[in-house]
């Protein structure tokens, strides 16, 4: 009669689990395997086999989901009875842990099974943190991660190298199976217990010597002290952004690399350092929240995390209940919150997080369509309340948005101001230092092939000039810029300069693509003056018939309409503090 060992290693060997043929023999092989370690008390080594039979019956998910059931049963099994050697239980916890993880999406109950998890991480920390600490090599149990070696038979050792905390990889030889495991440090991380893991900072502060590590230690300093969380936060921000591919030599060396740091928790901390920044000067919340709220906008690869995607989806709905019109709608929200429950696993503030999407949505919606009976329904008040609910945010940043919301809720019954871009953009005089500079910025918004401010002795009327591709063709633009209404002496001024623009061809050296189209745009924060209207459109129209050139004027209203239209009020405002410069009238 073969050995459990002999049975496990046909199993796990077994054609089948490579080719996708077959796995009946394998599975077989495995179970008989689990039968005879349970029989004489080797619960992780089974539960071990049930969790490898669950992987090869992954596209059969009931029976796959079954033996899942099975290898939780073993390693809660192997937990109770107390193992003899402590690798044998860390390793039990742990893979009851991925088992967990594994069946969580498709489980009724999955914020029992999430609470679950995160009990067990506390009991392996505290495993690590109370057997390692004052051992040799506690920087890899505690810090580092580590792995740990076995036979199934009764070799349980640990080994250690320096990858990243994240490499948390099972491998196998003829033998021997290789277990990556998480430290002390990440299981604390992974359920918020950022006391704990301050404390292995301050006890090991010399081991965190790579870019996760150092971002870690200073994301953990800012929850650990919320006094210093705006800076910590951003210095975390920084630290993880540093991590950009290093060459595939070092990542071979390293045994991994992704980038997760640069898309995902560099973005996660910039905004968490905003918020923070947003409790620290509250009269300025506002502008922060929506800082927040930008760092999330450029998608990235698609790295997930549970709680940073919840987060997302807080921090940009805060960002539209401030008054952000350009954030997100509550259609976006729903369905990210949705898609977030289905692929990462439910939590239980998840009905809070949808009972505010729902009220505070259909709050400003009814302070806008209906203010007098909005205001009876009290339903901002019980969005907040349910917002206050979610641990995700704070109490602090929620009392910071506050005033902001309740100044946009006020705006939605009075009406909202839609004149203020008209008022900012009339009171510039300046037409080189400002108006310009404001232009270039919103054309780069478009991120054109080629934007430049020309403006000078010899600009030979080319204020600014863009290069943009429109539908697979290259459009070339160039802007004349005034400041004010347009009279006969501006005109004047202007007619010779916008004929120069077409007259001098301008040098190839910046523009790399062929150009098929030749635009000459007049562009003020004014109107043109009646007297001189007919004088213009004649001159524009003679320009067309006889030359075949193309002149635009964009005149105030024009040029408001293009930036709501192309939604780059963002731009205006940035722009705007860029030099200096505040809103005429804030919405």
């Not at 842990?97 to 489980?107: R, T």
């Not at 301050?198 to 006094?227: C, H, Y």
């Not at 997100?328 to 429950?341: G, R």
């Not at 004929?499 to 098929?516: C, G, M, R, T, Y």
Request: charged share 25%; hydrophobic share 40%.
């Amino acid at each position: 009669m073969k050995s459990a060992v002999e049975l496990f290693w046909k199993g796990i060997n077994h054609n089948s689990t490579f080719t996708g043929t077959d796995t009946t023999e394998a599975v077989e092989f495995l179970n008989s395997a689990a039968k005879i370690w349970r029989s004489c008390g080797k619960y992780c080594a089974a539960g071990f086999a049930m969790s490898r039979c669950s992987m090869i019956l992954w596209e059969k998910e009931e029976r796959s989901i079954e033996y899942s059931v099975e290898a939780i049963k073993d390693y809660r099994n192997c937990i109770e009875n107390a193992p003899p050697n402590i690798f044998e239980g860390i390793v039990a916890i742990h893979c009851w842990i991925q088992q967990l993880k594994q069946v969580m999406p498709n489980a009724s109950n999955s914020g029992d099974l999430n609470e679950t998890v995160g009990k067990l991480r506390t009991k392996l920390a505290q495993l690590l943190t109370e057997h390692f600490q004052q051992s040799a090599d506690a920087q890899y149990y505690l810090v580092k991660g580590f792995s740990v070696r076995t036979n199934f038979k009764d070799d349980w050792e640990a080994e250690f190298n320096n990858k990243s905390i994240n490499d948390r990889s099972t491998t196998w030889s003829t033998e021997f199976f290789n277990i990556g495991l998480s430290p002390a440090f990440s299981l604390f991380l992974e359920t918020a217990d950022y006391e704990a893991a301050n404390n292995i900072i301050i006890q090991f502060e010399n081991s965190f010597d790579n870019i996760s590590l150092k971002g870690w230690r200073s994301a953990v300093q800012g929850f650990a002290n919320p006094q210093a969380s705006p800076e910590k936060f951003a210095e975390a921000a920084d630290i993880f952004a540093q991590d950009t591919h290093p060459g595939f030599e070092e990542v071979r060396k390293r045994g991994m690399w992704d980038s997760t740091n640069i898309e995902l928790w560099a973005k996660y901390f910039k905004a968490r350092s905003e918020l923070a920044y947003a409790i620290e000067f509250p009269e300025q919340a506002k502008e922060h929240i929506i800082n927040a709220a930008k760092c999330f906008e450029n998608k990235g690869l698609g790295w997930l995390d549970p709680n940073v995607s919840r987060f997302k989806i807080l921090v940009q709905t805060l960002a539209r209940l401030v008054g952000n019109e350009e954030s997100i709608s509550f259609e976006e929200a729903k369905e990210q919150l949705f898609h977030t429950s289905i692929f990462l696993g439910e939590y239980e503030s998840d009905a809070f997080t949808s009972t505010f999407l729902d009220l505070s949505f259909q709050s400003l919606k009814g302070f806008e369509t209906d203010p007098a009976t909005e205001i009876t329904t009290g339903r901002l008040t019980k969005a907040l309340d349910a917002l206050s609910k979610i641990p995700l945010l704070g109490q602090d940043a929620i009392q910071s948005a506050i005033p902001f919301i309740g100044k946009n809720a006020l705006e939605k019954v009075l009406g909202l101001n839609q004149t203020w871009i008209h008022r900012t953009l009339e009171n510039i005089t300046d037409e080189n230092s400002v108006l310009q500079k404001i232009i270039l910025r919103l054309l780069q918004a478009s991120i054109p092939s080629y934007a430049q401010i020309r403006q000078g002795p010899l600009e030979y009327g080319k204020d600014i000039v863009v290069l943009i591709e429109e539908e697979g063709k290259f459009t070339l633009r160039m802007y004349q810029v005034k400041c004010g209404d347009i009279n006969m002496s501006k005109w004047r001024e202007a007619r010779n300069e916008l004929e120069e623009a077409f007259l001098v061809k301008l040098p190839s050296l910046q523009i790399n693509e062929q150009v098929d189209k030749t635009e000459v745009i007049l562009i003020c924060n004014g109107h043109a003056k009646p007297s001189v209207e007919p004088v213009m459109d004649g001159w524009f129209k003679e320009q067309s018939k006889i030359y075949g050139r193309v002149f635009r004027f964009i005149h105030l209203d024009g040029f408001v309409s293009w930036i709501l239209k192309d939604r780059l009020v963002s731009e205006f405002k940035s722009a705007l503090s860029e030099l200096n410069l505040k809103p005429f009238i804030e919405n």
